[in-house]
């Protein structure tokens, strides 16, 4: 009996970090604070609108647990492109900008960082962000082109969005970036895309349409990285920005789920396991 009612105050008391919710559309979204130029349009999450030198964000109201593991899942779609082209990159056609990003940061819930080339998270410290990048930035950026994704992160520095090192106005930083790739699909002519998110602690994935195989993977350690340490947990959501191009940046839908603590989840077990075992003594 002593155990029986050990395992179960345990077990009362045991927080069961799992969390989970979907926005299939965003008619509504409750819990969801917007920033700047981000709003629900249309039933749309629309981080920024087609116009010039907007920047947006959207933050899930409540910290998460990332360190346990977690998987997002996002169709998005980016739309309305205009203003002028990246003139240094030869042959380029794309004149929308500048993309967006899903942000995982331990700051709060009104961050937001510098519009154009900045996607919105530029200057967040304690971020990770993984970008959806459509403009081709002048050279010293070192980016492939006007259509690639990456994982960017300085752990608690600022975050930002070159991917290599340099020397800018503000002083000497190191190459942000963890991983990179440029993608097949035009990621903003109009399509809807679906995207995911994987993260098992120590590996970091993306995918983009092909749910089978990642388009881009890192090892990272979110706790870390982002200073998580004693029990700490972090805001995800989007950011945005357009500059003297722009485009709608959309979130169609969106969900999120994370992984409870394998200690919890052991607890749980050990309880249904107790239980099942003294109902059997009952019945004997």
């Known amino acids: 009996m002593l155990l029986r009612l050990t395992l179960l105050s ?11 919710f979907t926005f299939a559309d965003f008619s509504s979204a409750p819990g969801i604070n917007l920033i700047s130029n981000a709003s629900l349009t249309s039933n749309l999450l629309r981080l920024t609108p087609a116009l010039e030198n907007q920047n947006g964000a959207a933050w899930f109201n409540s910290a998460v647990d990332v360190q346990s593991g977690f998987t997002s899942e996002f169709s998005f779609r980016i739309s309305d492109r205009g203003g002028y082209k990246p003139d240094w990159e030869p042959g380029v056609n794309n004149d929308g900008a500048d993309g967006f990003a899903f942000v995982i940061q331990a700051q709060g819930v009104s961050e937001l960082g510098l519009y154009a080339s900045g996607i919105g998270y530029y200057g967040i410290p304690n971020s990770l962000a993984i970008e959806f990048d459509t403009w081709a930035n002048k050279p010293s950026y070192c980016e492939p082109n006007g259509n690639h994704v990456a994982f960017q992160s300085l752990g608690a520095l600022a975050n930002r969005p070159e991917h290599c090192a340099g020397t800018e106005f503000d002083g000497t930083f190191t190459n942000p970036t963890l991983a990179i790739a440029t993608v097949g ?5 109009g399509t809807t895309y679906n995207a995911r998110i994987v993260y098992n602690p120590g590996l970091l994935q993306l995918y983009l349409t092909d749910f089978s195989t990642p388009i881009l993977s890192a090892n990272v350690d979110l706790g870390t990285l982002l200073n998580l340490q004693g029990g700490r947990n ?8 357009t500059g003297g191009a ?13 992984v409870p603590e394998p200690g ?6 050990i309880g249904l396991v107790c239980g099942g075992l003294l109902r059997r003594r009952r019945t004997a």
Do not use: C, K, R, Y
């Open 264 to 269: 919890t989840l052991a607890l749980i077990g």
């Open 10 to 20: 345990a077990l009362a008391v045991a927080p069961l970090s799992a969390v989970s």
């Open 246 to 258: 722009w485009e709608n940046h959309d979130i169609v839908n969106w969900q999120f789920t994370n």
């Open 234 to 241: 972090a805001f995800i959501g989007f950011t945005s920005s």
């Open 185 to 189: 699909p035009d990621l903003s002519n």
